[in-house]
Nanobody, 129 residues
Framework: VQLVESGGGLVQPGGSLRLSCAASGFTFSSYAMGWFRQAPGKEREFVAAISWSGVKTYYADSVKGRFTISRDNAKNTVYLQMNSLKPEDTAVYYC???????????????????????WGKGTLVTVSS
């Protein structure tokens, strides 16, 4: 099983980035997918999730209206479009997969329900002028 993130980098405040996560080794279309992030000195936090079908999406309040999660089941890939980036968005962004709750409704409570089956290794996003 592999989750490989890409698309991170350095961007100025107000700019945009699109992260991608390519999955392999499991039945991607049966899993909810999502993104977490961890800033230096802080705990990992939920960012966004999407159901197996792509119909349902969930966002942290801090990114709602700025970030958009999407998926392409034919390409086994999930995306995170990040607009209007702020310095506080600086973090390592991790892709994750949940096969137990494919609608994605427990992604934000992953630490309570122990829902994440697979994690990527992360990609660094730095927002700075």
């Amino acid at each position: 099983v592999q989750l490989v993130e890409s698309g991170g980098g350095l961007v100025q405040p107000g700019g945009s980035l699109r992260l991608s996560c390519a999955a392999s080794g499991f039945t991607f279309s049966s899993y909810a997918m999502g993104w977490f992030r961890q800033a230096p000195g802080k705990e990992r936090e939920f960012v966004a999730a999407i159901s197996w079908s792509g119909v349902k999406t969930y966002y942290a309040d801090s990114v709602k209206g700025r970030f958009t999660i999407s998926r392409d089941n034919a390409k086994n890939t999930v995306y995170l479009q990040m607009n209007s980036l702020k310095p506080e968005d600086t973090a390592v962004y991790y892709c994750a997969a949940d096969g137990r709750f494919p609608e994605g409704e427990y992604f934000s409570d992953y630490d309570v329900y122990n829902t994440i089956d697979y994690w990527g290794k992360g990609t660094l996003v730095t927002v700075s002028s």
